[in-house]
């Protein structure tokens, strides 16, 4: 799950980035409360049974009530018409990426293709108007074929050309996916080649007749996350139970994993294991014939990529032994770190100010890419390697946008990359990151008249002080009386920015109904470097929320819109916000749309995924940190009596990354405190809350009716 912007940095916030940098603290000692005790009163528990007859009968008859309300609405038909329209319309750009066998490869989805085809052309044909594309897997024949609920996740295909791949399915939406192995030659799957049945598992190439391979071995065999922590070697024509043990962590890790690193031309250099002790920190170990060698890197750093013979990796801590900063990017010498593991020797990259960020990096066949937020625009900068270490250009794409590094090839120096924002629909570039030669192979038509709204950049001052910037997307006429229907959206997590970018179904359900449009950059996001995000991490999170409460004020200050005029809506931890913006401030919104939430943060370490995410939010078991947690936690901060907006929940059943019974269980909640609630959970979905572009629409327009009559009526 990225995306939005802006910002200065008063001297108060980069005191508490000063803070937020300190060395994590020592491990806590409290004594810990066992898990069965936590929440063990709660009477809708039985609802964290994904497919239980009795929670599948409550949400059905939720479904039936609110759609009934929500459907029943004469603007229904239209805005899912006009949603459906904009998500199928033949003349969407279709995103490729680069393909070792020389081809163009896209996954695309419209209304006679529901679950997608795979397909290839080739980048003459692409630059025309009608690219000639050729199948190499429909998905809906075979969901037909086999009678499954198919849902595409990828392909993981074996360089150098790429033509043999590990086809990854879900049923119904699901993180937990089966893995097959594909002939992109003979557009077919292997007779007789790998297969690994449904399961959370991460998988990669070692060689061609070899996997790399993390999944739950043994029943049981998984973190307390649900994700695998034992990686094994599976050979050609090996059952699972003959694969070989390469790399085990433990059960109170988040998960482990193995991958390679390999050069241009596809050798492999070097193998590597990821430990994930917590959410965002892990161990590298260098995997050698004499076993598993732990590199020396701080817990807090991320492996980007190899190129010119560097790893390079981004860090979100300090290393002060080697003089490196939270945010650096930095690089290592591979052949010099694999003779002496012990005596690493990085050099620095790039050292982003305080109003930047690295965003994302690629590389290339020879040339090191890096995308770089400066007060939340976007650029691209090409690196380059010598013997003075690295040098870089700037590609000269349009200013004042966010930019998107797409797929890279490694047969030359060239990359896709996009260009976006908000009333501008996106185009896309064919870079070439030696030469710096930029071509826009391909524009967006547009889905919405925007020449009725402007763009504009605002800050509000938090509760501590740190100026946190937003923007808003309105009409140019609009009176500031206080009466503009507004939707505000936010984040807030992960080290997750959230930048400009285009959105035809918003736009047209939206903003060219009048509405305004309102992005926040609150901390907890990445749009200003790890710091931003560190510094509303665990015993700092109502930092997050205060945040997004002045955010919230200052429109009404501005008189941009009021209280009846204000919805706001956020999916996952954007869930918990909604949550949080509900029991903390009720007085300032008259709408919320809580998307797949999380909200039980008390048994949250036990529902779907959540134990992975105690970096974020702290440990509930221990009871200083559930002190700090149950001041926010949505769930238990429900009461009777309070002045709360008609909420619009909406939440998937196949979502096994944040369970539905968060979703669920708010509503039952609400509902049992007399409070109306619009409940929506598709049967389908996995955490996207959608399987499919009809799903998708439906979603929307659910979501655009409730703000209409909320917000415009």
């Keep these: 799950m990225r995306s939005l912007l802006l910002a200065l940095l008063a001297s108060t916030s980069l005191m508490t980035f000063s803070d937020a940098q300190a060395a994590d603290p020592a491990p806590n000692t409290e004594a810990r409360t066992p898990l069965a005790e936590l ?12 497919e239980g007859e009795k929670p599948l009968a409550w949400a059905k008859a939720e479904n039936t009530r609110s759609l009934g309300v929500l459907q029943g609405d ?16 033949k003349d969407r750009v279709p995103g490729v990426s680069f393909a070792g066998d020389g081809t163009l490869r896209n996954f695309w989805q419209d209304a006679d293709h529901v679950r997608g085809l795979w397909r290839a052309t080739t980048l003459d044909s692409y630059r025309t108007a009608t690219p000639a594309w ?26 150098p050309d790429e033509t043999r791949c590990l086809v990854t399915l879900s049923n119904g ?42 999944r739950e071995w043994e029943p049981g065999q998984v973190t307390q996350s649900g994700y695998p922590y034992v990686v094994k070697t599976l050979k050609r024509g090996q ?16 998960s482990a994993s193995a991958y390679t690193l390999t050069d241009a031309d596809g050798k492999v250099v070097a193998v590597l294991a990821n430990r994930g002790v917590s959410f965002f920190e892990a161990e590298t170990h260098l995997l050698t014939d004499k076993g598993a060698v732990k590199l020396p890197f701080p817990l807090k750093h991320s492996i980007q990529g190899y190129v010119a013979g560097q790893l390079v990796m981004s860090l979100e801590q300090d290393w002060p032994e080697k003089g490196f900063k939270t945010g650096d990017l930095i690089s290592l010498d591979l052949a010099a770190l694999k003779a002496d593991p012990a005596k690493p020797a990085p050099v620095l990259v790039l050292r982003p100010t305080a109003r ?21 625009t976007g650029a691209a900068l090409a690196y380059s390697h010598g013997p003075k270490g690295w040098t870089s250009q700037k590609l000269a794409l349009p200013a004042n946008s966010t930019i998107g590094l797409g797929s890279a090839s490694q047969k030359d120096d060239r990359l896709f ?18 030469s710096l030669k930029l071509e826009q192979v391909k524009a967006s038509p547009a889905r919405f008249d925007a020449s009725t709204h402007v763009v504009e950049q605002f800050e509000a001052t938090s509760k501590d002080g740190t100026k946190v910037p937003y ?13 503009a229907p507004t939707l505000l959206y936010a984040y807030g997590g992960f080290q997750a920015s959230m930048t400009p970018a285009y959105s035809g179904v918003m736009g047209k359900l939206w903003l060219e109904r009048g509405g305004t449009y309102v992005v926040a950059n609150i901390r907890g996001g990445g749009e200003f470097g790890p710091a931003w995000h560190n510094a509303g991490l665990k015993e700092n999170r109502q930092r997050v929320y205060d945040d997004f409460f002045a955010v919230s004020q200052d429109l009404i200050t501005r008189k941009i819109t009021s209280p009846r005029r204000l919805g706001i809506m956020g999916g996952s931890n954007g869930g918990l916000l909604m949550g949080v913006a509900l029991t903390q401030r009720p007085e300032l919104y008259n709408a919320i749309v809580v998307q797949v939430p999380l909200f039980d943060m008390i048994r949250y370490t036990q529902i779907g995924a959540g134990a992975s995410w105690v970096g974020e939010y702290g440990d509930p078991t221990i009871p200083s940190e559930r002190a700090v947690i149950a001041k926010y936690d949505p769930y238990s901060n429900l009461k009777a009596g309070q002045k709360y907006p008609e909420v619009f929940i909406e939440t998937s059943t196949k979502d096994d990354r944040v369970h539905p019974a968060h979703a669920r269980k708010a509503a039952a909640r609400l509902e049992e405190l007399g409070y109306p609630v619009l409940y929506y959970e598709n049967i389908d979905g996995g955490h996207a809350a959608s399987a499919n572009l009809a799903e998708t629409a439906r979603r929307q327009a659910l979501e655009y009716v409730y703000l209409s009559k909320k917000l415009m009526d």
């Design 74 to 89: 004469s603007r229904y038909a239209g805005l899912e018409g006009q949603a459906l329209a904009i998500l199928n319309a």
């Design 173 to 214: 939406g699901k993180d937990a996916v089966t893995i097959r192995e594909f002939d992109t030659r003979t557009k077919a799957f292997v007779p007789g080649g790998f297969v690994l049945p449904e399961g959370k598992q991460n998988v990669s190439w070692l060689d061609q007749d070899t996997l790399l391979v993390a």
């Design 39 to 50: 929440g063990k009163d709660d009477p809708y528990k039985w609802m964290e049974e994904i």
């Design 356 to 376: 930047q960020s690295v965003e994302s990096v690629t590389t290339t066949r020879d040339k090191l890419v890096v995308g770089l937020l400066d007060n939340v």
């Design 134 to 159: 050729e199948t190499i897997l429909d998905i809906d024949a075979l969901a037909k074929a086999e009678n499954a609920n198919w849902v595409f996740k990828g392909a993981g295909c074996l360089p």
């Design 417 to 434: 990359v996009s260009v976006t924002g908000y009333l501008t629909p996106s185009t896309y570039w064919l870079a070439d990151a030696a």
């Design 239 to 254: 059952a699972l139970a003959e694969a070989k043990e390469l790399f085990r962590g433990t059960p109170e890790d988040v």
């Design 471 to 483: 923007f808003v997307v309105r009409p140019k006429g609009v009176k500031y009386d206080g009466q």
